[in-house]
């Protein structure tokens, strides 16, 4: 997916630092999150990701999350819940 007018790398830029900001910032308040809004914020970072990589219907997320070495959500998760606790 592209934007008329503005380069693939500037769309590839731009949707990367929203999708950081919409996964990162609010991490210590998603333990108390349900599966359902867990898996809505996942969908989204899925979407983001696809679009800015143009990955075809047929490539799975897991693949594009590791070739970008982008954690999941869940991934996410976890690892914010056991460094909050030590």
């Known amino acids: 997916m592209t934007l008329p007018g503005i380069e693939p790398a500037t769309f590839r830029?731009?949707?990367?630092?929203?999708?950081?900001?919409?996964?990162a910032v609010p991490i210590?308040?998603?333990g108390t999150a349900s599966n359902s809004n867990s898996e809505v914020l996942q969908r989204y970072q899925n979407k983001v990701?696809?679009?800015?990589?143009?990955?075809?219907?047929?490539?799975?997320?897991?693949?594009?999350?590791a070739d970008l070495k982008v954690p999941t959500i869940r991934?996410?998760?976890?690892?914010?819940?056991s460094t909050e606790i030590k």
């Open 49 to 65: 990701l696809r679009a800015t990589e143009n990955a075809p219907w047929y490539i799975c997320n897991e693949v594009i999350h």
């Open 13 to 23: 830029f731009v949707a990367q630092h929203l999708n950081h900001c919409a996964t």
């Open 75 to 81: 991934e996410l998760q976890h690892s914010a819940s």
């Open 28 to 30: 210590p308040l998603w």
